[in-house]
């Protein structure tokens, strides 16, 4: 059963489920300190945040990166829902007093720069195992790690079952027996999920004309 949550805001719910960033920097260490917790989208986030987040990434943002940010058609309806569902583990790092560094400067290429994401908190919680729910399911959220209601807790889990990771981009189905409408290919066991047409495809076959960023 997944117990605990997290709140983010719209842009690093995004950010955290197309795989662009897997840590998250906090001032609160989360009890439990490791585990599987659902993430939860900002109820704020709006499309003037999304617009000024996109312009933000097409700048600092690698090209293969920035070509994985959805359009907004496709996450407006993330705010104050539950969208993904993770692992997490808890460390703690360097304090600095609190004070944001989000970029970290390459020593040997000054005018070089990558996203660190600490925001000066001293606790850092790693993400893995990370997956996007098909259909985000309404909740309110909370600051740190918080506690599902038992009746959120099962639709959380019954909605993971049904959407687990395999490998980046690649997401399992439920449905056996299917068959993946780009290369037709069709197996009789558990299934994946195609991203591009979002049909079944068998899960010891990787739709060879997947295409990543189509998502």
């Known amino acids: 059963m997944i117990t605990s949550a997290f709140t983010c805001t ?17 001032s609160v260490w ?9 993430i939860s989208c900002s109820k704020s986030f709006c499309k003037e945040e999304y617009g000024q987040f996109v312009a933000w990434a097409s700048v600092h943002l690698p090209p293969e990166d920035f070509e994985k940010i959805p359009a907004w058609r496709d996450v407006k309806d993330w705010p104050g829902k539950i969208v993904g569902v993770c692992d997490y583990k808890a460390r703690t790092g360097q304090a600095r007093l609190y004070q944001s560094e989000l970029f970290a400067t390459d020593e040997c290429d000054p005018s070089h720069q990558t996203i660190q994401w600490d925001e000066g ?3 850092w919680w790693d993400l893995s195992n990370v997956v996007r729910l098909r259909r985000p399911i309404p909740c309110r959220g909370n600051v740190g790690m918080w506690q599902l209601p038992p009746d959120l807790a ?3 889990a019954r909605a993971w079952q049904n959407t687990q990771p395999v490998k980046d ?6 449905r056996n027996g299917a068959h993946c409408g780009n290369c037709r290919k069709r197996m009789n066991v558990g299934t994946w999920r195609c991203p591009i047409y979002g049909v079944d495809v068998d899960n010891v076959h990787i739709c060879e004309k997947y295409t990543p960023g189509l998502m």
Do not use: D, F, Q, W
Request: avoid cysteine; hydrophobic fraction near 40%.
């Open 10 to 26: 719209g842009p690093y719910a995004i950010l955290i489920l197309v795989g662009i960033k897997r840590t998250e920097n906090r």
């Open 30 to 38: 989360p009890l439990p300190s490791e585990g599987r917790a659902a």
């Open 121 to 123: 908190y001293p606790y």
């Open 154 to 156: 099962i639709m959380v």
């Open 169 to 174: 981009g690649i997401r399992i189905a439920s």
